[in-house]
């Protein structure tokens, strides 16, 4: 006797016989372990499929929308205004990174940021003043590069180096208070990261400030400022102070402690201090040199460890930050796989058969790498090693 069963979104007319044998072997098969889309999928399927979950904020003052299954590789990409907030790598309340727009700081209203153990560190941030009105953006997280996006979803606008989270859900936030402006939730899209990066201009060890307490109190660079009212210099900006001494800046895996290091971009709101370069490189304990090659960045990975003896990312993750080559970016991410899955079991909750399938897209990407072969060799080894696992 034919019977009708629903195959997806379609009907299939199917054999008893057929129908009998599968459910007796689909017996282990439990709704965790079968596929579903996770790339170019908007939150408004996976919440049909039961694949969202709510996600209140460390504040109790809002509530987000988040995977139900942990991810390593994601971009969450979406429209939000002033105080919008899109995470990724969401462990709990105490362990994610997240993208904010944050209109009421002066000229660093773009960053990405990271809250390890309760303790928050802005990680990377622009130097632009931007209104409450909404924006496209997209936090992308591959290996260990997180990457930012506004507006333009191919180039990104800040970019930073981080270890400390291997995996965890992806979202979206909205606060609850005066002030903020809705994030669109259920219009996000979960897609695969892209490439490349923007190069810095400079690479720098400078002095810390804040408690990292609360998100209004982070842990970040100290820098220069130049604290000025907009409207006396004729400036159409909605904000009491904009800082004309601001630096679009991204950290390279930064592990706590009095300094951190950063890599300095020259992108940045046309009405800013030209100077405001050189105040930076001034209050700079170490300076080098932004690498030409690969080689040179292998070599300036070195003096980096030295500075911060605690740095965990692998010297083609920091060559990736720093020379923004694409056909690096699947040797960072096959270290991280490797480091992640067969030095450590720190990649925990993403389904199998996902992570399965981002391995392979990593291992088609480093095959068509112009790389030298014994780099490639080197890091093929390390992916096939992972999805043998």
């Given at each position: 006797m034919a019977i009708t069963?629903?195959?997806?979104?379609?009907?299939?007319?199917?054999?008893?016989?057929?129908v009998t044998t599968t459910m007796i072997h689909d017996r282990a098969v439990t709704r965790a372990k079968l596929e579903y889309p996770t790339e170019?999928?908007?939150f408004a399927l996976l919440a049909v499929i039961d694949k969202l979950k709510r996600i209140v904020w460390a504040t109790g003052e809002g509530v987000g929308h988040g995977t139900l299954d942990s991810f390593t590789d994601k971009a969450i990409e979406g429209q939000g205004g002033g105080d919008a907030h899109w995470f990724g790598r969401w462990v709990d309340k105490d362990n994610f990174y997240v993208l904010?727009?944050?209109?009421?700081?002066?000229?660093?209203?773009f960053l990405i940021g990271k809250n390890v153990g309760g303790t928050y560190s802005d990680l990377a941030t622009e130097s632009v003043d931007l209104n409450s009105?909404?924006?496209?953006?997209?936090?992308?997280?591959?290996?260990?590069?997180?990457?930012?996006?506004?507006d333009d979803m191919s180039t990104a606008k800040i970019?930073?180096?981080d270890t400390d989270i291997s995996s965890g859900s992806f979202g979206t936030l909205t606060y609850y208070r005066a002030g903020s402006r809705f994030t669109d939730h259920i219009g996000c899209y979960l897609r695969a990261p892209s490439s490349p990066l923007p190069k810095p201009f400079a690479i720098i060890e400078v002095p810390v400030t804040g408690s990292g307490k609360t998100e209004e109190d982070p842990i970040r660079p100290q820098l220069p400022q130049d604290l000025r009212d907009p409207k006396e210099l004729g400036l159409n900006i909605d904000k009491p102070q904009i800082n004309l001494k601001s630096v679009t800046y991204g950290a390279i895996d930064y592990k706590g402690g009095n300094t951190m290091i950063i890599a300095i971009y020259k992108h940045g709101a046309d009405y800013l201090d030209p100077k405001r370069f050189e105040d930076v490189l001034a209050i700079a304990k170490n300076k080098w040199k932004v690498p030409a090659?690969?080689?040179?960045?292998?070599?300036?990975?070195?003096?980096?460890?030295k500075a911060n003896p605690d740095m965990i990312a692998g010297k083609h993750t920091v060559a990736y930050h720093l020379l923004g080559d694409e056909n690096i970016e699947p040797c960072s991410v096959a270290d991280f796989y490797h480091g992640n899955m067969i030095e450590d079991n720190k990649?925990?909750?993403?389904?199998?058969?996902?992570?399965?399938?981002?391995?392979?897209?990593w291992k088609d990407r480093l095959e068509r790498a112009r790389i030298n072969a014994e780099?490639?060799?080197?890091?093929l080894k390390k992916l096939n090693e992972c999805l043998k696992k």
């Open positions: 069963k629903v195959v997806g979104a379609w009907p299939e007319v199917i054999d008893e016989a057929v170019d999928v908007s904010k727009i944050t209109t009421g700081a002066s000229t660093a209203d009105t909404g924006y496209l953006c997209k936090l992308e997280i591959s290996g260990s590069t997180l990457n930012a996006y506004r970019t930073t180096t090659n690969v080689q040179e960045a292998e070599e300036i990975w070195k003096e980096l460890k990649i925990k909750g993403v389904p199998e058969w996902e992570l399965r399938r981002t391995l392979l897209r780099l490639k060799d080197n890091h």
